[in-house]
């Protein structure tokens, strides 16, 4: 996604470029309108290249954000009910609270690393 995204914006500053450098010789031959759409034509590529980006991003924190709190949900239902008549043993939550911190950490950096891997991949 990176790649494609930016081989259109180094087009993009290149015709950018090209267009200021080369003013005099478009204008004597006539060109500013062909000129104009093939820069247009090329900042609609930019748009649609951030567009998918953006979704790609948007879909990746929605994931992101179900595994976190499915995790959080998880967490809690051993604790729920901890004794035999539905008492609830304030201290077994702590331990277990803290056991699932240990493995909060790397769980939220193999999610950073499958969205990582998912830019690299489109």
């Given amino acids: 996604m990176d790649?494609?995204?930016?081989?259109?914006?180094?087009?993009?500053?290149?015709?950018?470029?090209?267009?200021?450098?080369?003013?005099?010789?478009?204008?004597l031959a006539g060109a500013e309108t062909s000129k104009r759409w093939e820069w247009e034509r090329n900042q609609l590529k930019l748009?649609?290249?951030n567009?998918?980006?953006?979704?790609?991003?948007?879909?990746q924190g929605i994931g992101g954000l179900l595994?976190?709190?499915s995790k959080k949900y998880l967490d809690y239902l051993p604790c729920r009910k901890s004794g035999g008549r539905?008492?609830?043993?304030?201290?077994?939550?702590d331990v277990h609270s803290?056991?699932?911190g240990q493995f909060n950490a790397p769980v939220e950096q193999m999610i950073g690393?499958?969205?990582s891997g998912?830019?690299?991949?489109n």
């Fill in 3 to 27: 790649v494609g995204r930016f081989d259109v914006s180094s087009k993009n500053q290149s015709q950018i470029i090209q267009i200021i450098q080369g003013m005099q010789d478009i204008e």
């Fill in 47 to 49: 748009f649609r290249w």
């Fill in 51 to 59: 567009i998918k980006s953006l979704s790609l991003a948007h879909y």
């Fill in 67 to 69: 595994i976190n709190q």
């Fill in 86 to 93: 539905g008492a609830t043993e304030p201290w077994r939550h």
């Fill in 98 to 100: 803290a056991y699932t």
């Fill in 113 to 115: 690393f499958l969205q």
């Fill in 118 to 121: 998912q830019d690299a991949q």
